[in-house]
């Protein structure tokens, strides 16, 4: 009997949505270069224009320059490589490959920052979904993972720049966005043609710009309904029924303004990695924290600058929900892992 599988790890990569898949399939069937003045180059310009402007209204960013990229990470190093900036431990590895990350972090994971227009900070934690107060002014803003599941307007945000990745909406793999102040200056990193302003040569990919921008737009019609409010209500449904099982289990950020879909679960004594492997064989795909950082050899430095100890941080087990998710899904995950954790305990005593 084939073994039903249950996605929980949204945050790593949502699922591809419909509509992000039909306006792909349709603009496979567009020919032209969208940089050609003929009929067909200006059929595929249409194209990316249209995505342009879905995405720019789901990111309330309607008064900026929305420059497409290969996804977040070149979008963090276009918007931070050179640039001096000061960050927090707890940001995406992308950002704190290109800045300082000396800016304190409390318990619960909110960031000091003191000097917002030499400051990348990102909107929500990846792994905790712990939520930042953004101040005016900051000079990159990473909305990644807030994109879609919170309300966020870049025009309200008073932020220089910030970006946002397709797939963590539903939209394809490999193709994201970056957010700037119109009229603010910018040197391309990949020099070639002219493309996206001069911000970013190359010929855009015109299939995944299409469902990005649909899937952008079905974001925020979900968005808008409500939707991300019941699947808060299962997060803290799974939250309950584990902590109600295992009493010494801590729920990372809990005191905190968090996404509604992110739980950051800290078992003393049994790996993340081990939980991971565990639950997968029972049929639930879930992460020991950042995708991008799996396979690394130390533990996450989120955790560390939230105060906890290498070993706890090591034992580290994120669920992140989505809208399919169901009350049955998120039932079973709590009966598989407590089986799991039963036998952990039982191997320790």
């Known amino acids: 009997m084939k073994q039903t599988r ?17 306006a792909m399939a349709a603009a496979f069937d567009v020919m032209g270069n969208p940089s050609s003045i003929h009929a067909e180059g200006r059929a595929a310009r249409a194209v990316v224009e249209r995505a342009r402007a879905q995405i720019a209204v789901a990111a309330g960013a309607e008064g900026a320059d929305v420059v497409f990229v290969s996804g977040a990470t070149e ?6 490589a050179g640039r001096a900036l000061s960050c927090a431990p707890v940001e995406h590895e992308a950002v704190l490959a290109w800045c300082s990350a000396v800016l304190p972090v409390d318990p619960q994971g909110a960031v000091t920052v003191a000097d917002p227009a030499r400051t990348a900070l990102q909107a929500a934690n990846s792994e905790t979904g712990v939520v930042q107060t953004l101040p005016d002014g900051l000079a990159v803003v990473d909305a990644t993972q807030a994109f879609g599941k ?15 990745s397709a797939h963590k909406v539903g939209g394809p793999k490999g193709i994201g966005a970056l957010f700037l102040k119109r009229g603010l200056d910018l040197a391309a990193h990949i020099r070639g043609g002219g493309q996206e302003m001069g911000r970013r040569a190359g010929t855009e990919n015109v299939a995944a710009i299409a469902g990005f921008g649909a899937a952008a737009e079905a974001a925020q019609a979900d968005l808008d309904s409500g939707v991300w409010q019941a699947v808060a209500k299962r997060r803290d449904r799974l939250e309950d ?8 289990l801590t729920c990372v950020g809990k005191q905190a303004a968090r996404l509604p879909n ?3 679960l800290v ?22 924290g950042s995708a991008c950082s799996s396979g690394k050899l130390r533990g996450s430095g989120t955790l560390a600058a939230m105060g906890f100890s290498p070993e706890d941080a090591g034992c580290a087990l994120r669920v992140s929900l989505g809208p399919t998710v169901t009350d049955d899904d998120v039932d079973r995950f709590v009966e598989a892992w407590t089986r799991q954790w039963n036998k952990h305990r039982a191997r320790a005593a």
Do not use: H
């Open 6 to 22: 249950t996605y929980l790890d949204w945050n790593a990569s949502a699922p591809l949505r419909s509509q992000a898949r039909d």
């Open 75 to 80: 979008a963090a190093a276009l918007a931070c």
């Open 150 to 164: 919170l309300p966020f307007a870049f025009d309200w945000s008073g932020a220089q720049m910030a970006f946002v």
């Open 241 to 248: 029924a584990l902590r109600n099982e295992a009493t010494d």
């Open 262 to 264: 992110t739980s950051l």
């Open 267 to 288: 078992a003393p004594g049994w790996k993340g990695e081990t939980q991971v492997m565990q639950m997968d064989l029972a049929g639930f795909a879930v992460s020991a």
